[in-house]
């Protein structure tokens, strides 16, 4: 299965109750969360996939064939009845499964299908927000994003002199006092002991004088070398990972794929960091299974800052969907998922979840997907021009400057784009370039520059349809930075500004209300962004005489249905998470209305 988190889009340290770091970061690259769903980490999830232009660049163009949905799955055995997870306890999906009658089926069962594979039916209808599955990581370790992480709690670290670093293996660490040293899910003894003995090879490498992709290519090797011990300390959960899905003969045809593998991580193990039995070749073919293994199936996780890759033992059978049925979270101390229904699921029903970004348009989402899981999405929501009514891939035709230009045949990844006025098409290649330009545009853009976010709505605002996925990304950053910043705190900000905030966010929410519908985190965060300019200016609109005492009621009103609902949504989230932080406030600012 392909992983994502989509939703999450994002990462980004929230100081105090909520706000936005620039650093930001990025979810994992991917990172995901309340956290400032900034851009740039919604942008940087694009990093994740290490092989991504590889791939693209090999193997797309000549790959008429599009592989099937979730042919991976196909190829599962049905391994998992009553098999253990990371603790050595069955999971609570694990239990649904198990052997012997029980008298309540549970809510979901394994299916199998000629074009699905192995994936998740639910058994009854169930509502929106129950929990289906939570378990802990059988792996975990820093992403592919070149980030250097504490390798015991995968906060972010620095390379200088100064940073701290374990004295057992010399790798940077937050502290001494790291509460993921010595942990199953931090930095173990075990690994600890492997790198001291070969300090020379890899730690001591690691300075802010390192170039960023030699920093990525260490880090990356943390997660193989962790699964490999588990060979040894570990084996019943390393036979878990060793059965899920590679596709290593696929891998294998494509060569800059494999040879990426061979010399960065093959080739390092053994030549650099010495790991003997690696040499054989039956010891490289097991290495490069684990890498597809980790880019097929692996979660992308982490709650204020913190940013890693896991693989839990269950949840990786739930099929993929851009427009998903179920959201998941996880939790920031143990690193276990929590997946639920974000909407009311009918019986029979296959359960969903997303491994893309949701802010991204068909065409990006697809190949993404394609780069790092080798599958070609055939949802509804990529097989619709419109992608479900949201629009938001359009632009506007630069033949005739009414029409619209959108792709015709979206599952066609190299089809044409044609305008709905005119008879103007346009290539996809020159499409990519021109997203790319505009993207790079984006990115440039600090994420607390206002007058520069402004300005980009602006500068392309005769390009991009208003719901277009690179304009809904700064929306959404301007959604949360205004009221937040100094300078444009609420008490501060203009009359102009606070309707523009109320504007992007309900334009935001009612694209994220097509696409990611029900328990979402993205609608619990822009639902509470939501609530401050509609108070705010409903106040003013009385005070000014410019709105009549019905209307602010109803005003009033919808504020406090918005802070309900982001509550009910928020308060889902893990404990100690910034999501849930906000659920409470959102609580605690509904329960002063006093309605
Ligand atoms: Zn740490
Ligand atoms: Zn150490
Ligand atoms: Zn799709
Ligand atoms: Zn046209």
């Given at each position: 299965m392909y992983f994502v988190r989509l939703t999450g889009v994002i990462n980004c340290q929230v100081a105090g109750h909520m706000y936005i770091s620039s650093a930001g970061r990025p979810l994992s690259s991917q990172c995901s969360q309340l956290k400032n769903y900034h851009l740039k980490s919604i942008r940087s999830r694009s990093?994740?996939?290490?092989?991504?232009?590889?791939?693209?660049?090999?193997?797309?163009?000549?790959?008429?064939?599009?592989?099937?949905?979730?042919?991976?799955?196909?190829?599962?055995?049905?391994?998992?009845?009553?098999?253990?997870?990371?603790?050595?306890?069955?999971?609570?999906?694990?239990?649904?499964?198990?052997?012997?009658?029980?008298?309540?089926?549970?809510?979901?069962?394994?299916?199998?299908?000629?074009?699905?594979?192995?994936?998740?039916?639910?058994?009854?209808?169930?509502?929106?927000?129950?929990?289906?599955?939570?378990?802990?990581?059988?792996v975990i370790g820093p992403c592919v994003s070149g980030d250097s992480v504490c390798l015991g709690c995968y906060q972010p670290v620095g390379l200088g002199r100064d940073q701290f670093r374990c004295p057992g293996c010399g790798w940077p660490l937050c502290e001494a006092s790291c509460p993921g040293l010595g942990r199953r899910v931090g930095h173990t003894t075990e690994e600890c002991a492997l790198y001291g003995e070969r300090r020379p090879a890899f730690a001591e490498l690691l300075s802010d004088r390192t170039s960023p992709s030699s920093v990525r290519d260490l880090y990356e090797l943390v997660m193989v070398v962790r699964i490999l011990l588990m060979r040894t300390h570990a084996p019943e959960q390393f036979a878990l990972i060793a059965r899920m899905e590679s596709h290593t003969e696929e891998r294998r045809k494509n060569a800059a794929l494999w040879s990426h593998y061979e010399q960065n991580v093959v080739g390092r193990l053994r030549d650099e960091w010495k790991l003997g039995d690696l040499a054989s070749e039956e010891g490289a073919r097991s290495v490069h299974e684990i890498c597809g293994i980790l880019d097929v199936n692996c979660f992308e996780i982490g709650q204020k800052g913190a940013k890693a890759r896991t693989l839990y033992p269950s949840a990786f059978l739930?099929?993929?969907?851009?427009?998903?049925?179920?959201?998941?979270?996880?939790?920031?101390?143990?690193?276990?998922?929590?997946?639920?229904?974000?909407?009311?699921v009918r019986e029979n029903e296959a359960l969903t979840l997303s491994y893309a970004y949701t802010l991204q348009g068909t065409?990006?989402?697809?190949?993404?997907?394609?780069?790092?899981?080798?599958?070609?999405?055939?949802?509804?929501?990529?097989?619709?021009?419109?992608?479900?009514?949201?629009?938001?891939?359009?632009?506007?035709?630069?033949?005739?400057?009414?029409?619209?230009?959108?792709?015709?045949?979206?599952?066609?990844?190299?089809?044409?784009?044609?305008?709905?006025?005119?008879?103007?098409?346009?290539?996809?290649?020159?499409?990519?370039?021109?997203?790319?330009?505009?993207?790079?545009?984006?990115?440039?853009?600090?994420?607390?520059?206002?007058?520069?976010?402004?300005?980009?709505?602006?500068?392309?605002?005769?390009?991009l349809r208003p719901n277009h996925y690179l304009l809904l990304s700064a929306?959404?950053?301007?959604?949360?930075?205004?009221?937040?910043?100094?300078?444009?705190?609420?008490?501060?900000?203009?009359?102009?500004?606070?309707?523009?905030?109320?504007?992007?966010?309900?334009?935001?929410?009612?694209?994220?209300?097509?696409?990611?519908?029900?328990?979402?985190?993205?609608?619990?965060?822009?639902?509470?962004?939501?609530?401050?300019?509609?108070?705010?200016?409903?106040?003013?609109?009385?005070?000014?005489?410019?709105?009549?005492?019905?209307?602010?009621?109803?005003?009033?009103?919808?504020?406090?249905?918005?802070?309900?609902?982001?509550?009910?949504?928020?308060?889902?989230?893990?404990?100690?998470?910034?999501?849930?932080?906000?659920?409470?406030?959102?609580?605690?600012a509904f329960s002063k209305m006093g309605l």
């Open positions: 990093e994740h996939t290490t092989t991504s232009n590889l791939i693209t660049n090999k193997a797309m163009p000549g790959r008429k064939k599009q592989l099937h949905h979730k042919s991976n799955k196909a190829k599962h055995q049905p391994h998992q009845r009553a098999e253990k997870n990371g603790n050595g306890k069955q999971s609570q999906s694990e239990k649904q499964y198990a052997n012997g009658p029980t008298p309540d089926p549970g809510p979901f069962r394994i299916a199998q299908s000629e074009v699905y594979g192995r994936y998740l039916v639910a058994n009854r209808q169930l509502e929106a927000g129950e929990l289906l599955i939570t378990e802990e990581p059988l739930l099929a993929h969907d851009c427009s998903p049925n179920t959201a998941h979270t996880d939790d920031p101390r143990s690193f276990a998922i929590l997946l639920r229904t974000s909407r009311r065409l990006k989402r697809r190949s993404f997907m394609y780069e790092g899981k080798l599958f070609w999405c055939r949802c509804r929501r990529c097989a619709d021009p419109q992608e479900l009514g949201s629009d938001c891939s359009a632009i506007v035709c630069r033949a005739c400057q009414q029409g619209t230009v959108r792709a015709v045949a979206p599952l066609e990844q190299t089809a044409d784009w044609a305008c709905d006025r005119c008879d103007h098409q346009t290539k996809v290649l020159d499409l990519e370039r021109q997203m790319d330009h505009i993207n790079n545009d984006l990115e440039a853009i600090d994420v607390h520059d206002i007058p520069g976010l402004e300005n980009f709505l602006v500068r392309y605002r005769k390009t929306k959404f950053s301007l959604c949360q930075i205004y009221g937040r910043i100094k300078g444009y705190l609420l008490p501060e900000m203009s009359h102009q500004d606070i309707v523009r905030k109320e504007r992007y966010c309900r334009e935001f929410l009612a694209i994220i209300d097509l696409l990611e519908p029900g328990l979402t985190r993205l609608r619990g965060l822009i639902m509470y962004e939501l609530h401050a300019p509609v108070m705010v200016l409903a106040q003013m609109g009385l005070q000014s005489g410019q709105i009549s005492r019905p209307d602010f009621q109803r005003r009033v009103k919808e504020v406090a249905k918005l802070l309900q609902n982001s509550r009910d949504i928020l308060l889902l989230e893990p404990e100690g998470s910034s999501e849930h932080e906000m659920g409470l406030a959102a609580a605690d």
